[in-house]
C-alpha cells in the first residue's frame, strides 16, 4: 500500500512538473500569449504592498515601487519601509511619503480631477516584473474615450503648473488611493 502510494505521488509530481515547464517547440520555448491568471497574482500582489517613492520623494510628480511597511508611523510621522522591487529593490528608509492603500480603478469610479495611481506598463510587450517598477500620481482629466478603457491624466508638477502633461492610459494601468485619504492635486483651482 505504501509503496502504490509513492508511486502515485511521484507521477502526480511529474506530470505537475511537466504540466508547469512550458511548451517547447525544438529548442526554443514558445512565446506565450498574455496569461489572464498572472493578473490575479499580480494584484494580490498589490493588495499587500505599499508604494514608497524612490524618486523625487515628498513631491506629486514623485516615482514609486513596491514596497512593504515595516513600521510606523512615529509620533512626527515617519514610516519605515522596504522596498520589494524597483531600482531600490532591498533598500530601508524612513519616510512620510508613502501610499499604503490602493485598489484598481473601475471607470464608474473616475471623476475630473481626482488623484489617481498609474503605471506604463502594457502586458502584452513587457515581461511580468516591470510593470510593478514605476508609479506616479496623476490627476484625471478626460474621461471621454472611457468606453474604450482609456483615461486621459495630467501630471502636474507644483501648484503653478496649469499647463500640465497629459497622456492617455488604459484603465488597467489606474489604480485608486485609498490610504492616505488626503491626496489631492497640488494645484489650487478657483470655483
Same mark, same amino acid.
Given at each position: 500500500?505504501?509503496?502504490?502510494?509513492?508511486?502515485?505521488?511521484?507521477?502526480?509530481?511529474?506530470?505537475?512538473? @511537466? #504540466?508547469?515547464?512550458?511548451?517547447?517547440? @525544438?529548442?526554443?520555448?514558445?512565446?506565450?500569449?498574455?496569461?489572464?491568471?498572472?493578473?490575479?497574482?499580480?494584484?494580490?500582489?498589490? $493588495?499587500?504592498? #505599499?508604494?514608497?517613492?524612490?524618486?523625487?520623494?515628498?513631491?506629486?510628480? #514623485? *516615482?514609486?515601487?513596491?514596497?512593504?511597511?515595516?513600521? @510606523? +508611523?512615529?509620533?512626527?510621522? /515617519?514610516?519605515?519601509?522596504?522596498?520589494?522591487?524597483? +531600482?531600490?529593490?532591498?533598500?530601508?528608509?524612513?519616510?512620510?511619503?508613502?501610499?499604503?492603500?490602493?485598489?484598481?480603478?473601475?471607470?464608474?469610479?473616475?471623476?475630473?480631477?481626482?488623484?489617481?495611481?498609474?503605471?506604463? /506598463?502594457? +502586458?502584452?510587450?513587457?515581461?511580468?516584473?516591470?510593470?510593478?517598477?514605476? /508609479?506616479?500620481? @496623476?490627476?484625471?482629466?478626460? =474621461?471621454?474615450? =472611457?468606453?474604450?478603457?482609456?483615461?486621459?491624466?495630467?501630471?502636474?508638477?507644483?501648484?503653478?503648473?496649469?499647463? #500640465?502633461?497629459?497622456?492617455? *492610459? $488604459? =484603465?488597467?494601468?489606474?489604480?485608486?488611493?485609498?490610504? +492616505?485619504?488626503?491626496?489631492?492635486?497640488?494645484?489650487?483651482?478657483?470655483?
Amino acid at each position: 500500500m505504501k509503496k502504490s502510494f509513492l508511486l502515485l505521488a511521484v507521477l502526480c509530481g511529474a506530470i505537475f512538473l @511537466g #504540466a508547469c515547464s512550458g511548451n517547447k517547440k @525544438g529548442d526554443a520555448y514558445e512565446e506565450e500569449p498574455y496569461n489572464r491568471s498572472k493578473k490575479a497574482s499580480y494584484e494580490n500582489q498589490m $493588495r499587500y504592498s #505599499a508604494f514608497i517613492p524612490f524618486m523625487y520623494e515628498d513631491k506629486f510628480y #514623485a *516615482y514609486y515601487a513596491l514596497g512593504k511597511k515595516i513600521s @510606523g +508611523p512615529d509620533n512626527k510621522g /515617519w514610516y519605515e519601509a522596504e522596498f520589494k522591487n524597483g +531600482p531600490k529593490e532591498g533598500q530601508i528608509i524612513k519616510t512620510k511619503d508613502i501610499i499604503l492603500k490602493t485598489r484598481p480603478a473601475e471607470g464608474y469610479e473616475l471623476k475630473k480631477g481626482l488623484v489617481v495611481l498609474v503605471n506604463h /506598463w502594457n +502586458p502584452k510587450t513587457q515581461d511580468e516584473n516591470s510593470r510593478t517598477d514605476m /508609479w506616479r500620481k @496623476g490627476v484625471v482629466y478626460n =474621461l471621454d474615450k =472611457l468606453s474604450e478603457d482609456k483615461v486621459m491624466l495630467e501630471f502636474p508638477h507644483d501648484r503653478n503648473d496649469f499647463m #500640465a502633461t497629459k497622456e492617455v *492610459y $488604459r =484603465l488597467d494601468n489606474i489604480r485608486l488611493i485609498l490610504e +492616505p485619504a488626503n491626496v489631492r492635486d497640488p494645484r489650487i483651482f478657483l470655483d
